[in-house]
């Protein structure tokens, strides 16, 4: 089994330096929030799309059903006309 030393990394010496490292990592760290931000804007529009779609295929579906329902109530008058009126004892 082999051994492994940890990797020590060198820490700026000078206060100057250590700013600018520090810097450099907070600008980095921006960018990527950033990047990480404009994907989520685009993920929302996405989303944004599909559920106008979703709302268009829900409107034409209550459409269709209230379409079903006066066809159904319509065949139902129509059915008892054609038994005539009611027999009673």
Same mark, same amino acid.
């Given at each position: 089994? +082999?051994?492994?030393?940890? +990797?020590? #990394?060198?820490?700026?010496?000078?206060?100057?330096?250590?700013l600018?490292?520090?810097?450099?990592?907070?600008?980095?760290?921006?960018?990527?929030?950033?990047?990480?931000?404009?994907?989520?804007?685009? +993920? #929302?529009g @996405?989303?944004?799309?599909?559920?106008?779609?979703?709302?268009?295929?829900v409107?034409?579906?209550?459409g269709?059903?209230?379409?079903?329902?006066?066809?159904?109530? @319509?065949?139902?008058?129509?059915?008892?006309?054609?038994?005539?009126?009611?027999i009673?004892?």
């Amino acid at each position: 089994m +082999e051994r492994r030393m940890a +990797e020590i #990394l060198r820490f700026p010496a000078r206060p100057d330096h250590r700013l600018r490292t520090a810097l450099r990592s907070l600008d980095a760290a921006l960018a990527d929030q950033q990047a990480a931000l404009a994907q989520f804007r685009a +993920e #929302l529009g @996405s989303l944004r799309q599909s559920v106008m779609g979703l709302q268009g295929s829900v409107v034409a579906y209550q459409g269709n059903l209230a379409r079903l329902s006066q066809d159904a109530r @319509s065949g139902a008058r129509e059915a008892r006309s054609w038994n005539g009126p009611p027999i009673t004892g």
